[in-house]
C-alpha cells in the first residue's frame, strides 16, 4: 500500500465520521426544536421564540453543511474547515 493510497483512504473515512457527525448532530438539534424550544446561547438560557430561532438556525447550518458535504465533494477541504468553525463557534 504506497502512503498516498492511505491518505487517500484515511481522508474518505473523515469525510464519513465529519458527515455522519454532522447528519447526527442535525437530528438532534431538530428533535429538540421541534419538542422543547429551550437551548442555552453564550451561557444565556433562552427559552421560546428566541431559543426557536437559535435552534432552527443550528439545525439549518448543519443540514445545509451535511448537504453541501454531499452534492460538492470537489469542495471537501472547504466545507471540513467551515465544519470545524461551525463546531468551534457552538463549542464557544
Known amino acids: 500500500m504506497t502512503s498516498k493510497n492511505m491518505i ?3 481522508e474518505t473515512i473523515l469525510k464519513y465520521c ?3 457527525l454532522l447528519i447526527v448532530f442535525a437530528l438532534a438539534t431538530l ?3 421541534v419538542i422543547n424550544w429551550e437551548t442555552w446561547f453564550f451561557g444565556t438560557k433562552l ?3 428566541p431559543a426557536g430561532i437559535a435552534l432552527g438556525a443550528t ?4 443540514a445545509l453543511l451535511a448537504a453541501a458535504l454531499i452534492k460538492f465533494p470537489r469542495m471537501d477541504p472547504l466545507l471540513g474547515g467551515l465544519t470545524a468553525v461551525y463546531f468551534g463557534f457552538l463549542f464557544v
Not at 59 to 62: E, R, V
Open 8 to 10: 487517500a483512504q484515511t
Open 18 to 20: 465529519v458527515l455522519g
Open 31 to 33: 428533535f429538540a426544536f
Open 47 to 49: 427559552d421560546g421564540f
Open 59 to 62: 439545525w439549518l447550518a448543519a
